[in-house]
């Protein structure tokens, strides 16, 4: 009964992945993969906490949430920072990060 939700969240995952290995030039994008990444693991974890009747997976749902949330501003301060000193976001020009 609850497959049909897991094949989603597992499309959900597949697709997240193949955006960071298809897309590796454009940061945004490899930005919004992660976060399908993230939003899909939550999704397996709500879908595990229906089945078995737990609550514990529910609030690590919100964590994950919370922390998908936290690294999308970082990472798009980060972006925006970039952007203003080099006037471009290309992943090929990141190589003056390297410390």
């Known amino acids: 009964m609850y497959y049909k939700y897991i094949i989603v969240a597992i499309l959900l995952l597949?697709?997240?992945v193949l955006g960071i290995?298809?897309?590796r030039g454009h940061l945004i994008i490899m930005l919004m993969s992660i976060e399908l990444i993230l939003l899909a693991a939550?999704?397996?974890f709500l879908i595990n906490s229906v089945v078995i009747d737990i609550l514990i997976e529910q609030i690590?749902?919100?964590m994950i949430l919370t922390v998908a949330a936290a690294e999308?501003?970082?990472?798009?301060?980060i972006l925006v920072a970039y952007y203003r000193i080099k006037g471009t976001i290309a992943v090929k020009?990141?190589?003056w990060l390297r410390g």
């Open 93 to 95: 020009s990141l190589n």
């Open 42 to 44: 939550s999704f397996l």
């Open 60 to 62: 690590f749902t919100i």
């Open 14 to 16: 597949l697709l997240g």
């Open 72 to 77: 999308s501003a970082i990472g798009l301060a």
């Open 21 to 23: 290995v298809l897309n």
